[in-house]
């Protein structure tokens, strides 16, 4: 049995002047979310396409379990993929939109009733899709995701336009789909989207990946080991914490920034020595500044773009 | 791994090998549930059956359908040829029996349009005859001189064999003689009665022992004279005439001791008989011997592809919907979840066709076989009569109005591929394959329609044709008639062959360009 993995190596790939893949490389393992991360226009979807064998590479590799995806013989039984939930033709029903997919892969209608019920559209499946709301649009193009039971699944921006209600089933159902073994990568450009989803990010811009990390790792290395602490005694504390081999900065009056030291130590230190401080304080980098400073380049890189076009 | 939660084969899913019935199963329901395209369907055979429902043409004074039934029997069938085909028998002859094989000679002297004031057309004709009988349709073979077209052997309506362009005059007469060997017919001109040379050799299947041998003269109306006739309001003098003579006539062969006869064979007609003054025998006639064509000096009649004169708005229907199948995936961008399930691009596609192309076959066939049954049901009742043709032809035109829809769909299958846009395809597919048609059946004439139903796809509609043309007899040979410039096959060929090119290009794209 070949592993559930998406594994991409290298793609570049040019739309006339831009280019939109530059060198993308990542690997997907099963079992986590992994959130697929940028800017606008940072590759993503591009990316997702030529995994599909949608789009053709100039260069590079994507694999999934080993195999190129043209290879597959039942494909949607191996990778699960939501691309564009506007993607239906507006006067077929739900469940005719699942009957014909499942019928291309040798499925029947128990399943297609199956994940019907996955998605939560008992109510509206004998409803045309076109009536859908964008939010319904995203569970009918769930369902269809999870029509063969794939290993591995691949949402693009499977957010978009949910009520707060349904960002909350979706990100449980990511959560229990990985739980059970699958690979899920899932895209979006709003990293508060899959805070407390994703355990394992890929961070891209310019068609390159800025970052491929668990998400514990980039928050610490966001924060850094930053300590704010408030005092009266600015200089005593900066000799005492100097000494024991703190680097400190002013951080306005009465206020001093630590680095090299843990707060518990700088509080053991402080206390033996007598210097009085009133407030101490880990400094914590949420995901989205940790996001942001990451892909500030990206997005500077291509409003530069956006102005120099507007320029000529 | 957690290769426990998640099973590597699931029951009900059936193995690869039969993967081209899944994409059909996939794309029939693709078809199937939009409600509109299974409107599109449905509608193209109610078009044939409607348009073959509103032809209220008759012929010869008539009943209208919920009228006050007349006792007028319509325009009257043209009599059958000795292979069933329909056929004009209309000429005066001056004839004796001939009751063996033998022949007959004579010196033709001069060929002409006779009192009338219409001229000598070129495909009057006059001559001597061998023939089963007098009634018209039997077999026969002739050789002739013609108003246009020089000496001429034909036997049996549309056989037609050239001889020596130089007709007969009497400054240098034309001499002319059939020769009788069992059934076995042979004609031969000379221009001094010494040095014969042989036309052509036919056999007459079936020739009785006692045949009917002597001379003949007829001319084919003008468009104008046969439209008042068919009218009814002929007017005397009006009809086409053709006066020939003739000198030295020998009758040889076992026959009774008797003087020739004069007939009108086919109706008689005012200005037509003959004179014997002499050894010179004159003989005046109208009419024509030869294939009956339709629309030929507006001879009345129908074939059964004018009960199918619905097919260009049924295709027009079966197209669109077979546009719309294709680019309406490109318009919402539901191509990419089709190729995502099925990521071989040409098996799709060749499955979009093949579920199209059937289903556009079964309308089109359904709407063909009906429009027949009743079109000629009512185009009967008004008086008109059907021009007989063979089971395989009737068959021929059925089957191909229905593969005409079907391919034509192929086409816009593979022109929506290639265009991905529904309104730019949809255009060309129509403009390709409806438009020159209709055209030619309307407003272009002549060399332009020819062209264009021997270029475009919509050279396919030939399919529907079941009244050949033929060069000995001049007719208006329109589509509006029934007639187009190529064969049935050849012309439902140049539809296959822009189906062919489009579609491998259509393969060729697809698997090409990003989706």
């Not at chain 1, 408030?230 to 005593?236: G, N, V």
């Not at chain 2, 002929?234 to 020998?250: C, I, N, R, Y």
């Not at chain 2, 539901?334 to 192309?357: M, N, Q």
Request: include cysteine.
């Amino acid at each position: 049995m070949s592993e559930a993995t998406i594994e991409v190596t290298g793609l570049r790939k040019r739309f006339g002047p831009v280019l939109a893949l530059d060198g993308m490389s990542f690997m997907v393992t099963p079992g986590q979310v992994t959130g697929f991360i940028g800017p606008n226009g940072a590759g993503k979807s591009t990316t997702m396409r030529v995994i599909l064998g949608l789009d053709a590479a100039e260069a590079g590799s994507a694999l999934i379990g080993g195999r190129r995806y043209q290879s597959l013989r039942h494909p949607l039984t191996e990778v699960g993929s939501l691309l564009d939930a506007a993607a239906l033709q507006p006067s077929r029903t739900a469940r005719n939109h699942l009957l014909w997919l499942a019928r291309s892969q040798g499925l029947g209608r128990r399943r297609v009733d199956e994940v019907i019920g996955q998605a939560g559209l008992e109510q509206a499946a004998g409803r045309k899709a076109g009536g859908f709301s964008l939010g319904m649009r995203q569970r009918l193009g769930i369902a269809a995701a999870l029509l063969g039971e794939p290993r591995v699944l691949m949402l693009d921006e499977p957010f978009n336009g949910m009520d707060p209600e349904g960002i909350v089933w979706m990100r449980g159902f990511l959560r229990s789909l990985a739980a059970q073994g699958r690979a899920v990568l899932v895209s979006s450009h709003l990293m508060s989207e899959l805070q407390g989803t994703a355990e394992h990010l890929i961070i891209v811009g310019r068609g390159q990946v800025i970052a491929d990390t668990s998400t514990p790792a980039l928050l610490a290395a966001a924060s850094g080991d930053r300590v704010s602490l408030r005092t009266t005694a600015t200089a005593s504390a900066t000799a005492v914490l100097t000494e024991a081999g703190g680097s400190v900065t002013s951080a306005g009056l009465a206020a001093l920034s630590v680095t090299g030291l843990d707060a518990e130590k700088i509080v053991t230190l402080l206390s033996g020595q007598g210097v009085p401080f009133s407030e101490i304080s880990a400094h914590r980098a949420s995901l989205e500044e940790a996001y942001l400073e990451l892909t500030r380049d990206a997005v500077e890189y291509r409003a530069a773009d956006a102005a120099e076009e507007a320029r000529r | 791994m957690s290769a426990h939660v998640i099973t590597e084969s699931r029951p009900g899913q059936r193995n690869g090998r039969d993967g081209f019935r899944q994409l059909l199963s996939a794309e029939w329901t693709k078809l199937a549930t939009v409600r509109g395209w299974v409107i599109g369907i449905v509608l193209a055979p109610f078009l044939i059956v409607g348009i073959a429902l509103l032809n209220h043409s008759t012929c010869g004074g008539i009943t209208t359908p919920g009228g006050p039934a007349t006792t007028a029997a319509g325009c009257p069938a043209p009599p059958s040829g000795p292979g069933g085909e329909a056929v004009s028998d209309s000429f005066y002859f001056v004839r004796q029996p001939l009751g063996g094989d033998g022949s007959i000679t004579v010196r033709m002297t001069s060929l002409t349009a006779g009192p009338g004031p219409a001229g000598l057309s070129p495909w009057s004709k006059a001559g001597i005859i061998i023939t089963a009988s007098t009634r018209p349709g039997s077999a026969y073979a002739a050789m002739m001189v013609t108003g246009g077209h020089g000496v001429r052997m034909q036997y049996d309506y549309t056989g037609d064999i050239a001889g020596p362009a130089r007709g007969a005059s009497p400054a240098s007469p034309r001499w002319l003689r059939l020769t009788r060997s069992g059934d076995t017919i042979t004609g031969a001109t000379s221009a001094d009665g010494v040095r014969w040379t042989t036309v052509g050799t036919t056999r007459l299947a079936g020739l009785p022992a006692t045949v009917q041998a002597g001379m003949f003269a007829t001319a084919p109306a003008s468009s104008q004279t046969r439209a008042q006739t068919v009218s009814g309001a002929s007017s005397a003098g009006a009809a086409a005439l053709a006066a020939a003579s003739f000198d030295h006539v020998s009758l040889a062969g076992p026959r009774p001791a008797g003087a020739w006869a004069g007939d009108a064979v086919g109706g008689a007609s005012p200005d037509a008989g003959f004179r014997q003054a002499g050894g010179t025998i004159t003989v005046t006639g109208t009419g024509d011997i030869g294939p009956y064509v339709p629309g030929a000096s507006g001879s009345p009649g129908s074939t059964i592809g004018s009960t199918l004169l619905g097919a260009v708005l049924a295709l027009i229907a079966a197209a669109v919907v077979a546009t719309m199948f294709m680019t309406s995936e490109y318009r919402r961008g539901l191509i990419r979840l089709t190729f995502a399930a099925s990521p071989d691009r040409g098996r799709v596609l060749a499955a979009k066709v093949v579920v199209v192309g059937a289903v556009t076959f079964i309308a089109g066939l359904a709407g063909a076989i009906v429009a027949v049954q009743l079109g000629e049901r009512l185009l009967r009742s008004n008086g008109n009569f059907i021009l007989p043709a063979s089971t395989l032809s009737n068959l021929r035109v059925v089957a191909g109005t229905a593969a005409l829809l079907a391919v034509a769909s192929v086409l816009a299958v593979a022109l929506g591929s290639i265009l991905r846009r529904s309104a730019g395809a949809v255009t060309v597919v129509v403009a390709l394959i409806t438009l020159p048609y209709l055209l030619a059946l309307t407003a272009l004439r002549g060399g332009a329609a020819d062209w264009l139903l021997r270029l475009t796809p919509a050279a396919a509609f030939a399919i529907q044709q079941t009244t050949p043309q033929y060069p000995q007899v001049s007719a208006a040979y329109t589509v509006s008639n029934g007639y187009f410039p190529l064969a049935p096959w050849a012309g439902f060929a140049v539809l296959c062959g822009y189906t062919a090119v489009a579609l491998a290009l259509a393969v060729f794209l697809i698997r090409r360009r990003d989706a």
